[in-house]
């Protein structure tokens, strides 16, 4: 998992430069829309929209943001009608990329992923390819040095996390999906800081890459993550730490 977790560090760190160009936003709304269009407008009944709420808050999107794009999703106001695609390929070094994205014309984005792929030493493949490498889980990370490792082992697994991983500079909770929530609210009571939180696709096995294949690759995941359609990337790749920063700096 530590290649999927040094991404997923990155990521967070990117944020909020990212919010700034109102690029989180944008995906934020797309995800609160079209959580609510199949799930429902009421945050109670509706996991993936009590989550596409939290991330929302997370990055100070004003409530009336929020409601607007719930209603889009519940049909009580117009907008666009996105589309939830999967696409699956292989970037540099033969590490495994699976793409979530959400969209409104499908050819363009298409598209757009294909030329990113090839533009950065990958290649889009068939449905099927390399999702099969992946397992959607929750993950709760905190910082190692800053927490006791055991008070958390001895809390996460008795509300029902199936392990907890010791990382490079993290400690990670794993949960089955339907466990995420509930975990994290007895982590939060328990009066632990997290780093992070979500659930996300981890992959069962990890690529080493080096070299200029590791930077081809961080410069594929930062396009792909760049692109307005993609909502998530995940990949199976590992690079060392020191590599992974000066890269993604």
């Known amino acids: 998992m530590s290649g999927h977790s040094k991404w997923a560090n990155i990521k967070h760190r990117k944020a909020a430069v990212d919010a700034k160009r109102g690029k989180v936003f944008t995906k934020l709304i797309r995800e609160l829309t079209v959580a609510a269009k199949h799930g429902g407008g009421e945050a109670e009944s509706n996991p993936r929209l009590r989550t596409a709420i939290l991330a929302a808050k997370n990055q100070n999107m004003p409530n009336d943001t929020i409601d607007r794009a719930i209603k889009r999703g519940t049909g009580e106001i117009g907008g666009e009608d996105f589309q939830e695609l999967s696409y699956e390929g292989y970037g540099p070094g033969g590490s495994a990329v699976l793409v979530r994205a959400l969209t409104d014309n499908k050819n363009r984005t298409v598209s757009d992923i294909r030329r990113i792929f090839t533009k950065h030493g990958g290649s889009l493949g068939e449905n099927g390819c390399v999702a099969w490498m992946f397992h959607m889980k929750g993950r709760i990370a905190f910082e190692k040095g800053k927490v006791d490792e055991d008070r958390i082992f001895e809390i996460a697994l008795d509300a029902g996390a199936d392990d907890v991983v010791t990382e490079e500079s993290e400690l990670v909770v794993v ?8 975990v994290k ?20 096995n990890s690529v080493k ?11 594929l995941m930062e396009a792909l993550e760049d692109s307005d359609d993609v909502q998530n990337v995940y990949s199976n790749f590992d690079v060392s730490e020191e590599l992974m920063m000066s890269l993604a700096s």
Do not use: D, W
């Not at 890459?209 to 410069?219: F, L, P, S, Y």
């Open 185 to 204: 609210s007895v982590i939060e009571g328990a009066g632990l800081k997290f780093e992070n939180a979500e659930v996300t696709m981890i992959p069962q």
């Open 209 to 219: 890459i080096e070299g200029k294949e590791a930077e081809h690759m961080i410069r």
């Open 175 to 182: 949960t089955p999906p339907e466990a995420f929530e509930s």
